[in-house]
């Protein structure tokens, strides 16, 4: 089973941060940073460039690397039906919007509805994708140097 590299985009401004919302299927809703799949030959910064506009319209360029998180999924049923995302290690990255206006939002993610602006409090309120961002949003925005916010293993499908 492959080991999914993502990159992730914390895009902070004006005291709110960007997140994707998410309905599944059961009707639970989550919400995760903007970001995506690294495709082969494709650096890390150019794959969080890439999906922050794809998912969200929004043009950005990367600030620096803010930290790392790690999911292994245990339920059997994500294994069989979603074996490239039972196991991510999450590159986030703080960027910046370098344009003031929106593009066409052209491949919405797995389950998402849409984006929204929140601060960091009401996210830290929010059902977060990775789980290590639940109640450290602040910490990880304010931090001058990269975090490590280590390894978590699920056993129920998020």
Not at 121 to 145: F, H, N, W, Y
């Amino acid at each position: 089973m492959p080991i999914r590299s993502a990159a992730k985009a914390l895009m902070y401004e004006n005291g709110k941060i960007l997140l994707n919302s998410h309905k599944t299927e059961s009707g639970r809703i989550y919400y995760d940073l903007p970001g995506g799949g690294q495709r082969q030959y494709e650096t890390m910064e150019e794959t969080v460039i890439r999906e922050v506009l794809e998912e969200t319209g929004y043009t950005v360029e990367v600030v620096r690397f803010q930290c790392i998180a790690e999911e292994i999924s245990e339920d059997p049923a994500m294994q069989t039906q979603y074996p490239e995302y039972t196991h991510r290690i999450m590159h986030i990255f703080l960027v910046r919007r370098i344009t003031a206006g929106k593009a066409e939002i052209c491949e919405l993610d797995f389950e998402q509805t849409g984006s929204v602006w929140v601060t960091p409090e009401e996210a830290d309120q929010l059902d977060l994708v990775p789980r290590q961002l639940c109640g450290q949003m602040r910490k990880v925005i304010e931090s001058e140097t990269p975090l490590y916010l280590g390894s978590l293993k699920l056993r129920q499908q998020l």
